[in-house]
């Protein structure tokens, strides 16, 4: 199979870019598709808060939108609006529900707020009265103790015979704590407890797993479900093979490669003194890039703990981080390389087919998820289209 992340057709500023982020749109359709098949008689929505985890909402939500997506989910309205244009018969899923002074922006752009709150619920009702009816999802806490109406505010709602029938859910959500951990005994408690709420709502459409969930079978599938970083390529479930196809490829370029003597030291702080005669390249990434200061070779609080740091891959062979990254750089032994596999100009791959995402956010104590939303405006992107 070719290398979709090979590109030698690319704009000039992008081959030739410090930075340098592919993002293979053909891979996330592909991933969506896997877990629409994952969740079986459940449709599948797709999850494209926070600028689609940092990969571009418009291009991406175009993207799942093609592939069959029609129900999304965004943080925020102004995330919806942006997405309207790009899945126009789409419902669109407001996750932080409605506030005072954001009427205008849901009802131009038909977003559907999720109600997470009595005060929320209160001023949906007054707004109602004003306008008439127009759809709304309920939020309900399962035990998170994030966001959501009580358990039993929910149920009385539900029970409630006076409820005005203005208020018109479409959708019943909660979500899963613990989902990434398969034997965790919180997902079957929140499961319970969100039958119940199924079964107060009969006939509105319930929806309680995310990606996580979805791989936790069938039971939890419920109408309809959200995977969000699977899409993404990152791994949803702890400590198992993770099924999905890598979507992005992130790379710097290499500044310059010099020569340190055995005892001298590399970057701030002078945290690591070079055990023999090395050679060092230092690329165009740091910090401001959401190349995260925990991935240090040393001299951080996280890598006293002995964990080591992260890793580059540079003509197929991966290099060590050595000393602290910095805001714009980061520096890496490349000593055991053939000196005419790198030089000046070379580019390290970051993330990638080679460099999985969830390692290197292990290597920074974090999650994949923070990787990806962390990602620079320094990056020069290319987006990839269709399939293999």
């Not at 997405?83 to 018969?89: F, I, S, T, V, W």
């Not at 007054?126 to 505010?153: I, K, M, Q």
């Not at 996580?212 to 791994?235: M, Q, S, V």
């Not at 002078?270 to 060092?280: G, I, N, P, Q, T």
């Amino acid at each position: 199979m070719t290398d979709r992340f090979s590109i030698t057709d690319a704009p000039a500023e992008f081959l030739s870019a410090p930075l340098r982020l592919t993002i293979d749109l053909g891979a996330i359709a592909d991933n969506w598709r896997d877990m629409a098949r994952r969740s079986g008689k459940a449709r599948a929505a797709a999850v494209v808060k926070a600028d689609a985890y940092g990969l571009g909402i418009e291009d991406v939500g175009q993207t799942l939108y093609h592939a069959g997506a029609r129900d999304f989910f965004v943080a925020v309205p102004a995330e919806g609006a942006t997405l309207r244009p790009y899945a126009p018969e789409a419902r669109i899923f407001v996750l932080s529900g409605i506030w005072p002074g954001q009427e205008d922006t849901f009802f131009d752009n038909d977003l559907v707020p999720v109600i997470a709150s009595e005060e929320q619920l209160a001023f949906w009702m007054a707004l109602l009265s004003e306008r008439g009816p127009y759809p709304c999802a309920l939020h309900v806490d399962t035990g998170f103790n994030r966001l959501g109406l009580p358990l039993a505010d929910a149920l009385a709602l539900a029970d409630d015979v006076s409820r005005p029938s203005s208020l018109d859910p479409v959708l019943v959500m909660s979500h899963l704590a613990c989902g990434d951990d398969p034997t965790s005994t919180m997902n079957r408690q929140q499961l319970e407890k969100f039958q119940k709420v199924s079964a107060a709502f009969e006939g509105i459409d319930c929806s309680l797993s995310a990606s996580a969930g979805i791989f936790l079978g069938p039971e939890y599938h419920f109408d309809l479900t959200r995977p969000g970083i699977a899409l993404y390529g990152g791994e949803a479930v702890h400590g198992v093979t993770n099924p999905m196809r890598t979507v992005i490829k992130a790379e710097a370029r290499i500044l310059q490669i010099r020569e340190a003597k055995g005892g001298e030291s590399v970057s701030y702080g002078a945290s690591h003194v070079l055990a023999r005669d090395s050679r060092l390249a230092v690329a165009s990434v740091g910090y401001a890039d959401g190349y995260l200061r925990n991935l240090s070779g040393h001299g951080v609080a996280l890598r006293q703990t002995g964990l080591a740091g992260a890793n580059g891959v540079i003509a197929g062979h991966r290099v060590p981080a050595l000393g602290r990254v910095t805001m714009d750089l980061t520096v890496f032994d490349v000593t055991d390389l053939p000196e005419n596999q790198v030089r000046n100009g070379d580019y390290v791959e970051l993330v990638g087919p080679a460099m999985p995402l969830d390692e290197v956010a292990r290597a920074a104590g974090t999650i994949g998820y923070e990787m990806l939303t962390g990602l620079g405006l320094r990056y020069e992107r290319v987006y990839l289209d269709g399939e293999v």
